[in-house]
């Protein structure tokens, strides 16, 4: 089950390693979704780096096993915070594609480099007896307007 916040969205946007050099926290960002064909612009700011590039977490990454060596740019995910008012006039969801534009002038913040995206640890309870968990479930699914059913879904049903 994957709790996805659509009031608290952001952009993690796939800039090459060639490109974080100029990059600081707080720097002004226009974000284009192709959902509205690119005639909404979101406004936000660049507030941090993933832990690794992307095929560092890929589910199956690259070997270099025979020792030869390509230098291969590695894209690195940035996280963009948006501004709240503009999602709720023009919604996003996840997985969707988007154009990012930096605008790289104010040198003032720190390297977006030395700035880690801070996120919340996914909580992956055990679905058992525990009560607190399942009071936590409960909650969660409220405040979401979720129900505590659904068809075929283990997950949900056992929460019944």
């Not at 993933?50 to 940035?78: C, D, E, H, T, Y």
């Not at 915070?81 to 023009?90: G, R």
Request: with cysteine; hydrophobic share 40%; charged share 20%.
């Amino acid at each position: 089950m994957a709790v996805v916040p659509l009031d608290d969205v952001w952009v993690d946007a796939n800039f090459k390693e060639v490109q974080l050099k100029d990059m600081r926290v707080g720097q002004p960002v226009e974000v284009r979704a192709d959902v509205y064909g690119g005639s909404v612009t979101y406004h936000g700011t660049l507030v941090g780096l993933s832990a690794g590039s992307g095929s560092a977490f890929a589910l199956l990454p690259a070997q270099n096993a025979s020792g030869n060596w390509i230098k291969i740019v590695q894209r690195v995910p940035v996280r963009i915070a948006l501004d709240p008012e503009q999602l709720k006039a023009h919604p996003l969801r996840v997985g969707l594609s988007t154009t990012v534009t930096v605008d790289v002038r104010d040198t003032s913040g720190a390297l977006i480099a030395s700035q880690v995206r801070r996120v919340p640890i996914p909580v992956q309870p055990s679905l058992g007896d525990d009560p607190d968990v399942q009071a936590r479930i409960a909650r969660i699914l409220a405040a979401n307007g979720g129900t505590r059913t659904g068809t075929g879904c283990k997950t949900l049903a056992a929460l019944q």
